[in-house]
Structures are given as C-alpha cells and as structure tokens.
C-alpha cells in the first residue's frame, strides 16, 4: 500500500516533443505528490508538486496532471530539450512526516 | 543561501567497519531526512528528524542510525557494514514538519568492500 509505481523505466524523446511519465499509488492518505529531477553525481532536485485539491499543476514547460479517482498522476514535459535528460522520480507522502516514497524512476534521454 | 552540505562525498569501507556521514541542512530548516539510493532498490527512506527526535523511520535493521544535533546537523551511523550497504546516502532538508518541500544534498557515496 505504500508504493508508488512509476512507468516506464526509459523514455526516448525527440527535442521539443512531449515527454510523459506515468504513476500511481494504492493509499489513498498520500496528500503530497512531488516529481523530482537527478542528474548523474548529483541528488534529486524537487522539479514540480501537487496536492490533491487540484487536477493540474503548471511551472513552465512541466505539468503535473492528477486524477484524484484513478490514483493517478503524471508528469508532462512539454518541448523537451537534450538538457531534460536526466532520471525522473514521482513521490508521495502524507500527512505530518516528511517520509517520502519514491516511485523506482524514469530515465529520459532527449535526442536533437 | 546555501544547500544541503554532505560529508564526506566519497568513502570506502571494509565490510564489519562502521562509518558516520555527515549532513549540514539548509540554514533555517529543522527537518532532515535520510535516504538510501541503489540501483536495484531505488529511493529507500531510512528515518526522518525534527528539532532533535526521530519521528519517523523506514524498514531498514538496527545497524543503521541516526541522531540530529541542536544546530538542525545530522548525523547517520551504518554499523558493522555489509557489502550490500553499498550505495549513495542522500540526506535532505526542509522547513517544516509536514510533507512538503525537501531539499537534496549531493549524498555520499560509500562503498565497502
């Protein structure tokens, strides 16, 4: 009930397409949902966050979409750039921890 | 302002040895987490500190501890180190108690051998 499934594992995308990362998770007292960005040698960086009160978050070229019902949510990134390579992580948590579960990752290569 | 600070970045082990990272949050924030990051397990949360208490902890053995100073620093301790140990500790921090932003450090990458 804790986990959150993260797809796919590997994602090839054309500069300036759309770059889409799927999750979901079991347990519905998750209120927080962050998508985090890690480069090579480096730790995860928070990219985007979400509570459930909306369907959809924007900053810039990234939007996160939530279905609420589904417990679903995903990570859209629009005209991708080779710079966007990197391994993307959703997450969740809930509640007053700061304990974040992961999702196992997505690593995107954007090719010119 | 400056980020979360890790030491040492790099370190090497022999397997039974103990070892103590080290993790400097951002200043102002209290809460510090730790993580573990393997290939093969991903993101494992390892336990979470607020003004000096533990408040939550993952399902990792009892080698594995932590303490968080007066100053919001933090402290984790592997004892008695295994090989599968091996992986890149990720410490981070953040401003309030409640889920919300957290904060990366660089992590330090332990490998015993």
């Known amino acids: 009930q804790q986990q959150v499934k993260q797809s796919p594992q590997s994602l090839i995308v054309q500069k300036g397409g759309i770059s889409i990362i799927n999750c979901a998770y079991e347990?519905?007292?998750?209120?927080?949902f962050p998508w985090y960005q890690q480069f090579p040698g480096k730790g995860p960086a928070l990219l985007i966050a979400i509570r459930p009160d909306v369907s959809e978050k924007k900053e810039g070229r990234f939007t996160i979409s939530f279905n609420k019902s589904a417990k679903q949510f995903s990570l859209h990134i629009m005209d991708s750039q080779p710079g966007d390579s990197a391994t993307y992580f959703c997450?969740?948590?809930?509640?007053?921890?700061?304990?974040?579960?992961f999702g196992t990752g997505t690593k995107l290569q954007v090719i010119p | 302002k400056a980020g979360v600070t890790q030491t040492p970045r790099y370190l090497i082990k022999t397997r039974g040895q103990q070892v103590t990272l080290s993790c400097s949050p951002i200043?102002?924030?209290?809460?510090v987490s730790w993580y573990q990051q393997t290939p093969g397990q991903g993101l494992q949360f390892l336990f979470e500190?607020?003004?000096?208490?533990?408040?939550n902890k993952g399902n990792f053995p009892g080698r594995f501890s932590g303490r968080q100073f007066s100053n919001s620093r933090s402290e984790m301790n592997v004892s008695t180190l295994e090989l599968g140990d091996s992986a890149l500790y990720l410490c981070?921090?953040?401003?309030?108690?409640?889920?919300?932003?957290?904060?990366f450090g660089p992590g330090t990458r332990l490998t015993v051998t």
């Open positions: 200043s102002g924030h209290r809460s």
């Open positions: 997450a969740a948590s809930m509640g007053g921890y700061q304990k974040v579960t």
């Open positions: 347990n519905t007292a998750f209120d927080y």
């Open positions: 981070a921090s953040s401003s309030m108690p409640q889920a919300g932003e957290q904060y």
């Open positions: 500190y607020f003004s000096e208490t533990q408040r």
